[in-house]
Nanobody, 121 residues
């Protein structure tokens, strides 16, 4: 399974970005998808996850109300819409896929390469 994340970039505080993560390969065995992020000098943290059907999104408290996770199963792609971005959202964002939508890294088997999001103040 290969995951390709895209959509990162530089944005001013208050702006928006949409990240995409396209999956390819033997994806039929893995359904849930998640987003994690790692800021400089910090540990990687959970951002959002979504189950196969896409009807049970889960987002971290720190981004709730600003970030939305969704998926298009026909395209085998998951999205992270990020609004009202803050400088503290600056991080490398990683997508991952696993059998269950988990807040823990250990719940995911395959990871994308990450895409950098930089929010300027």
């Amino acid at each position: 399974v290969q995951l390709q994340a895209s959509g990162g970039g530089l944005v001013q505080a208050g702006g928006s970005l949409r990240l995409s993560c396209a999956a390819s390969g033997r994806t039929f065995s893995y359904y849930a998808m998640g987003w994690f992020r790692q800021a400089p000098g910090k540990e990687r943290e959970f951002v959002a996850a979504i189950n196969w059907r896409g009807d049970r999104p889960d987002v971290a408290g720190s981004v709730k109300g600003r970030f939305t996770i969704s998926r298009d199963n026909a395209k085998i792609t998951v999205y992270l819409q990020m609004n009202s971005l803050k400088p503290e959202d600056t991080a490398v964002y990683y997508c991952a896929t696993g059998s269950v939508a988990s807040r823990h890294e250990t719940g995911y088997v395959y990871w994308g390469q990450g895409t950098l999001v930089t929010v300027s103040s």
